[in-house]
């Protein structure tokens, strides 16, 4: 079986993560900031993943779902999400995934989220003062991509 993770990340939490899945399922890693990863429809399984910012999931990796995921017949569509909302994250996943791309989705994996108020600029300190305090926030949830790992090694 073949698989790729196409990732996004600001600040490198979710490359981490993406990091993870990719050696965990020994598969290729694609980052979207380096444009669309060719060849979609090779890959049995696709992994997505992205963190929720400004309570949006990213414009890019929405619009490469919606728009260039030719999946292969019968493959595996998975998303990943990182944020520190995570009672919200789904919600915010479906408000920017078409319909039938989350038909196609065999599951939400919440991936935990990073946050140093050192890595960022004056107004992101004040958005982030009034969302969680401007803490530093390392929140991670390795036991959920260990079991997304596991279950497409078991799917195979
Ligand atoms: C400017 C900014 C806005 C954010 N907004 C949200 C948000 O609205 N909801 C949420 O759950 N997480 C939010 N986060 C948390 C990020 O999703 C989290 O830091 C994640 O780990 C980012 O991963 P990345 O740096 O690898 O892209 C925000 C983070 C930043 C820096």
Request: one cysteine or more; a positive charge; glycine letters at 6%.
């Amino acid at each position: 079986m073949k698989t790729l993770v196409v990732y996004l990340s600001q600040k490198g939490y979710m490359k981490e993560v993406s990091e993870r899945i990719g050696s965990g399922l020994n598969c290729e890693i694609h980052n979207l900031a380096d444009g669309a990863p060719a060849l979609i429809s090779e890959y049995d399984n696709i992994v997505i993943s992205a963190a929720i910012f400004a309570r949006k999931y990213p414009a890019k990796m929405a619009q490469f779902c919606n728009n260039q995921l030719n999946l292969k017949r019968g493959s595996h569509l998975y998303f990943v999400v990182g944020g520190f909302e995570k009672d919200n994250i789904e919600t915010y996943l479906k408000k920017s995934i078409n319909q039938d791309i989350l038909t196609k989705t065999k599951s939400i994996t919440y991936a935990g989220a990073k946050y140093d108020p050192k890595e960022h600029k004056t107004m992101t300190h004040i958005i982030m003062k009034f969302m969680q305090g401007n803490r530093f926030v390392n929140e991670t949830a390795w036991e959920n991509i260990d079991s997304l790992v596991n279950s497409i090694l078991e799917s195979e």
